[in-house]
C-alpha cells in the first residue's frame, strides 16, 4: 500500500497496475470471506464494486499527481489550488459514503436510503468536483508528451462542439431534468432494483447529468459570466426536483411496490419510507439549490456593482477638475 501511496500517484501507467493489483486481491478476499459476510446483517455491509473502486482510487492518484506538479511548478496560486484540493476531497469521499459504504447496501432495503444516496450524488458530491476543476489538474498528472497528445485529441473541432452543445445552459438543465425525472417513473427505477446494470446505468446518468448541470453553474457559467442562466437554472431545478419530491410525500399509494418486502423486514412502514424519501429530496435537496442560487447571485452583483458605479464616478471627477 505504501508502494502505491508514493510511487503510483508519479506516474499514471503505474497507477493503473497498482489500482488493477488491489482490485483483484480485495476481490479474492471478498470471496474468502463471503461465509462470514453472510452472518452478518445485510444492511450493515461496507458495498465493494471492483470498478468503482478502481475509478475512485484511479480518479483520486491522477488529482494528487496533477496537484503535486502544479504546486512545484509556480507558487502562484497556490491558496486556490488548495482549496480546490480540498472541494475534491470532499467531493471524493461523498462519492464513497454513497457508492461503497453501507448506505449502498441499506438504499436496497430502504427508498429514504436510496434517495440520501442520490442527493449525496448530486447535491454534495457534483457540485464539490466542479469546484476542484479536475480535468485540468487530471491533464497535469501526465507527462509533458502525453499531456500534449491528450490536450490535442481534446480540442477536435468534433470534440470541442459536442462540448459546447452539451455546455449550453438549456441543454444542462433539460439532460439532468430528464435523468432525475425519467428514472423516479415506476417501471424504470423498479427495473434498476432488479438489475444491477440497470442500477449502475441510473447511477451514471445521475452523476453524469448533475456533473454537467453544476459545471453549467460553477464553471461555464462563471468564465463566460452567464450567472443570470445559472440562477435560473438553479431555481428552476429546485422548482421541479421539489415537485418530485412532493409527489412522492404526498402519494397516497405505493410507487415502488418492488420495497414492500425488505422495508417491512427492517420494521418500517414502505409508505412512510417513501414518504421520508420524498422529504429528503423536497427539502434538503430544494435547499441545496436555493443556497447555490443565492451565492450565485451575490456573485453576479458584486461583479457587476463596479462596472455599474464607475460610470457615474467619472463625470463628478471631471467637475471638480475643471
Known amino acids: 500500500m505504501a508502494y502505491f501511496s508514493v510511487r503510483a500517484m508519479n506516474n499514471p501507467l503505474r497507477c493503473l497496475l497498482a489500482c488493477a493489483a488491489l482490485c483483484a486481491s480485495a476481490e479474492v478476499k471478498a470471496h474468502v470471506l463471503s461465509a462470514a459476510e453472510r452472518s452478518a ?28 506538479r502544479l504546486r512545484a511548478r509556480s507558487k502562484r496560486g497556490r491558496e486556490i489550488r488548495a482549496r480546490q484540493l480540498g472541494a475534491f476531497v470532499l467531493g471524493w469521499l461523498m462519492l464513497v459514503a454513497a457508492l461503497d459504504s453501507p448506505l449502498d447496501a441499506l438504499s436496497a432495503a430502504l427508498f429514504s436510503a436510496h434517495m440520501v444516496q442520490h442527493e449525496l450524488m448530486m447535491i454534495v458530491a457534483a457540485p464539490l468536483l466542479v469546484l476542484s476543476r479536475p480535468l485540468a489538474v487530471w491533464l497535469w498528472a501526465f507527462p509533458p508528451a502525453a499531456r500534449h497528445r491528450i490536450a490535442a485529441a481534446v480540442r477536435t473541432p468534433a470534440l470541442r462542439g459536442l462540448w459546447r452543445t452539451l455546455c449550453a445552459p438549456a441543454v444542462a438543465w433539460m439532460l439532468h431534468a430528464a435523468a432525475l425525472w425519467a428514472w423516479h417513473m415506476p417501471r424504470l ?4 432494483l432488479a438489475s444491477s446494470a440497470i442500477h449502475t446505468l441510473q447511477h451514471a446518468s445521475f452523476l453524469l447529468s448533475a456533473l454537467l448541470f453544476w459545471w453549467v453553474v460553477f464553471g461555464e457559467g462563471t468564465r463566460r459570466d452567464q450567472s443570470g442562466y445559472a440562477m435560473l437554472s438553479l431555481f428552476t431545478t429546485m422548482v421541479h426536483t421539489g415537485a418530485l419530491g412532493a409527489l412522492l410525500t404526498l402519494a397516497p399509494g405505493l410507487w415502488y411496490p418492488a420495497y414492500i418486502e425488505p422495508t417491512s423486514v427492517l420494521g418500517f412502514d414502505p409508505l412512510q419510507d417513501q414518504q421520508l424519501g420524498g422529504l429528503v429530496m423536497w427539502v434538503p435537496g430544494g435547499l441545496a439549490y436555493l443556497i447555490a442560487a443565492l451565492a450565485t447571485g451575490a456573485r453576479w452583483l458584486m461583479h457587476r456593482a463596479p462596472a455599474t458605479l464607475m460610470p457615474n464616478a467619472l463625470p463628478a471627477h471631471r467637475d471638480s477638475n475643471s
Open 41 to 68: 446483517p445485510p444492511v450493515l455491509r461496507w458495498t465493494f464494486e471492483p470498478w468503482v473502486v478502481a475509478l475512485l482510487i484511479v480518479s483520486l492518484a491522477l488529482y494528487v499527481a496533477g496537484y503535486r
Open 189 to 192: 427505477f423498479e427495473a434498476a
